[in-house]
T-cell receptor, first 115, second 110 residues
Framework: KAGVTQTPRYLIKTRGQQVTLSCSPISGHRSVSWYQQTPGQGLQFLFEYFSETQRNKGNFPGRFSGRQFSNSRSEMNVSTLELGDSALYLC??????????????FGQGTRLTVV | GESVGLHLPTLSVQEGDNSIINCAYSNSASDYFIWYKQESGKGPQFIIDIRSNMDKRQGQRVTVLLNKTVKHLSLQIAATQPGDSAVYFCAEKDFNKFYFGSGTKLNVKP
């Protein structure tokens, strides 16, 4: 079956702009989590959605938001982009909420560069 | 969130040798741990997991050891192969949130 699909793969934006990233989970998976990966901070949890509801949220400012649709596809939005938002954004899907002792499958990520 | 760290940022091993990658975690309440492998240009790939009620779990060529007393996690890779070259990082789960270490780069020399 198809894996986790993230679009776009690469993105260049200007400071102050906003951006929307998309994640399509594996068919049948209802949980989608988003992560930011940078060389300095590693993988940091952004938020998790399950059945269209945000269940968990990491320590990121309100400029970072997300949502999940009825087909489990999820979008992440970052408003008023800052240079420090440049990172690889990864989403992971799993069957259960909170990745409760279940394997999480990651997409290849969206590489966002803010200039 | 709680910190999860790795002792060695880079590990070089000879093909065929065993590799040991270490991870220290700080939250004694964490109840689930995962090791991930990330190859260049790809997303993290699940390797093996372990619950806090276990101290050892084995997979195919990989073994995870958990020492809750000192809050230490290790990943052992047997007969390391060139295809094992990647960044490995551990993750701990604390109340439905995952915290990831910064990663260790494993270089396998042919």
């Amino acid at each position: 079956k198809a894996g986790v699909t993230q679009t776009p793969r690469y993105l260049i934006k200007t400071r102050g702009q906003q951006v929307t990233l998309s994640c399509s989970p594996i068919s049948g998976h209802r949980s989608v989590s988003w992560y930011q990966q940078t060389p300095g901070q590693g993988l940091q949890f952004l938020f998790e959605y399950f059945s269209e509801t945000q269940r968990n949220k990491g320590n990121f400012p309100g400029r970072f938001s997300g949502r999940q649709f009825s087909n489990s596809r999820s979008e992440m939005n970052v408003s008023t982009l800052e240079l420090g938002d440049s990172a690889l954004y990864l989403c992971a899907s799993s069957l259960a909420a909170g990745m409760m002792d279940t394997e999480a499958f990651f997409g290849q990520g969206t590489r966002l560069t803010v200039v | 969130g709680e910190s999860v760290g790795l002792h060695l940022p880079t590990l070089s091993v000879q093909e065929g040798d065993n590799s040991i990658i270490n991870c220290a975690y700080s939250n004694s309440a964490s109840d689930y741990f995962i090791w991930y492998k990330q190859e260049s240009g790809k997303g993290p790939q699940f390797i093996i997991d372990i619950r806090s009620n276990m101290d050892k779990r084995q997979g195919q060529r990989v073994t995870v050891l958990l020492n809750k007393t000192v809050k230490h996690l290790s990943l052992q890779i047997a007969a390391t192969q060139p295809g094992d070259s990647a960044v490995y990082f551990c993750a701990e789960k604390d109340f439905n949130k995952f915290y990831f270490g910064s990663g260790t780069k494993l270089n396998v020399k042919p």
